[in-house]
């Protein structure tokens, strides 16, 4: 297959062959899922530019669902927000077990939390790992226990994950605001990330730090136990 490929992260998390589309191409679709749609349990997931409605029926057309809508939002450092707070740049970060879980439920707008077909243990399994290797793996903004994890490209920064927890207190600002600041100091040209649509908080935090919609992406999922 070439268009189609077995996530092992995903495999284990929900514990049944977790795949995602990462070619759109219509000919290799047509000839690669099929023998995936006959298995059970499968999961499939798929990432399509909003515009292309031709493709997202071809997929509806093999009993796939349409989700949510993804944004992906910029910022060209061109001019950076003001910080209010102190928030450090660290290469990993640990949180105990509390906190974590704290963490997890702050994610209730993803587009496997929209899923009715994905179970909510599930949920919390990929999130409490997401987070995990996130905080590992990733450069981490951290203001107390709230964190924004980025990692930088040649000439961007990709935001991970922002999780905040002291509501309120204008931390989220200060956390992207931070990661901003981190960029432009390493001379990227810009930092992006992607949120659902649907999450209102993430836009209104992100357009109040200066970033602009740049692409809308369609999720469609094909759940299969």
């Not at 924004?148 to 990709?158: E, K, L």
């Not at 989220?172 to 100091?185: D, F, I, P, Q, T």
């Amino acid at each position: 297959m070439t268009c189609v490929v077995r996530q092992a992260f995903d495999t284990e998390i929900f514990g049944l062959p977790f795949y995602r589309v990462i070619d759109l191409d219509e000919a290799d679709l047509a000839r690669d899922l099929p023998p995936l749609l006959r298995r059970e349990p499968v999961i499939i997931d798929a990432k399509v530019p909003a515009h292309r409605s031709d493709l997202i029926r071809f997929l509806l057309g093999f009993g796939f669902r349409a989700i949510c809508t993804q944004v992906t939002l910029v910022h060209d450092l061109a001019e950076l927000p003001v910080m209010t707070g102190r928030v450090d740049i660290r290469p990993r970060v640990e949180f105990d077990a509390e906190t974590i879980r704290a963490h997890i439920a702050n994610f209730q707008a993803d587009r496997f939390a929209r899923d009715p077909l994905i179970h909510s243990t599930e949920h919390d399994r990929l999130y409490e790992r997401w987070i995990e290797n996130s905080l590992g793996r990733m450069q981490v903004a951290i203001h107390g226990r709230n964190f924004c994890s980025f990692a930088p490209g040649d000439r961007r920064v990709s935001i991970d994950l922002v999780s905040v927890l002291d509501k309120r207190q204008g931390v989220g600002r200060n956390l992207v605001s931070a990661v901003l600041g981190e960029a432009s100091r390493r001379r990227k040209e810009s930092v992006a990330v992607v949120t659902e649509c649907g999450n209102e908080a993430a836009w209104r935090l992100y357009l109040r730090c200066g970033f602009r919609p740049d692409g809308f992406t369609d999720c469609l999922h094909f759940v299969s136990r």
